[in-house]
């Protein structure tokens, strides 16, 4: 299992420009996450899903859109790119255990930054 | 809101030294609370949790007890390896209300260098 991957690993974008980050797990989880890591701020969730056609927004989703088309990836866009999102990005997926989701296992990152 | 609170770094340490990384909470309901840790270059990997209050979770010789009287989950290591600089991340997760959708609220995050 390759678990939880990202693509692409680095990006340098100028202002104004849209971009596409994304996300893949093959553990045949129901839950998917978007997170952002600032530094200081530790990671705040950008938007999730909790089922294949199904997103909701995080506590940052502003100038962000995400999709689930498919039970294995995830992808957030940037429609158009702003320094302020200049960025890490995590993915993260769980699986349903009991009632609601179980551990969360993140991806190595996408280094993002706006120009 | 829920909201985690961790204690600033970095904290540097020498070889074999004790570890402690305090980490208190604010939520409603009964959290599921985590530690996380993030080795340079690299995403999240899961180092211990804990479900209910008094439960103590534990690996690689890290442990971190639910304290819900202190609302407390503090990180705490015997003897800390060069091999455990990293940064570690306090974490809760809602598990109450007709929502359960996991969402993790995160501390600010607490960067750990062991010198030889």
């Known amino acids: 299992n390759a678990g939880v991957t990202q693509t692409p690993k680095f990006r340098v974008l100028k202002t104004g420009q849209s971009m596409t980050l994304l996300c893949a797990q093959d553990?045949?989880?129901?839950?998917m996450y978007w997170y952002r890591q600032d530094p200081g701020m530790g990671l705040r969730l950008i938007h999730y899903?909790?089922?294949?056609?199904?997103?909701a927004k995080g506590e940052v989703p502003d100038g962000y859109n995400v999709s689930r088309l498919k039970k294995q990836n995830f992808l957030l866009g940037l429609e158009s790119a702003a320094p302020s999102q200049t960025s890490v990005y995590f993915c993260?997926?769980?699986?349903?255990?009991?009632?609601?989701?179980?551990?969360?296992?993140f991806g190595p990152g996408t280094r993002l930054t706006v120009l | 809101g829920n909201s985690v609170t961790q204690m600033e770094g970095p904290v540097t340490l020498s070889e074999e030294a004790f570890l402690t990384i305090n980490c208190t909470y604010t939520?409603?309901?009964?959290?599921?609370l985590f530690w996380y840790v993030q080795y340079p270059g690299e995403g999240l990997q899961l180092l211990l949790k804990?479900?209910?209050?008094?439960d103590k979770g534990s690996n690689k010789g890290f442990e971190a007890t639910y304290r819900k009287e202190t609302t407390s989950f503090h990180l705490e290591k015997g003897s800390v390896q060069v091999s455990d600089s990293a940064v570690y991340f306090c974490?809760?997760?809602?598990?109450?209300?007709?929502?359960?959708?996991?969402?993790?609220?995160f501390g600010q995050g607490t960067t750990l260098q062991v010198k030889p």
């Open positions: 974490a809760l997760s809602d598990r109450g209300g007709s929502s359960n959708t996991g969402k993790l609220i």
């Open positions: 804990a479900t209910k209050a008094d």
């Open positions: 553990m045949n989880h129901e839950y």
């Open positions: 899903s909790v089922g294949e056609g199904t997103t």
């Open positions: 993260a997926s769980s699986s349903l255990r009991g009632r609601g989701p179980d551990t969360q296992y």
């Open positions: 939520a409603t309901g009964y959290p599921s």
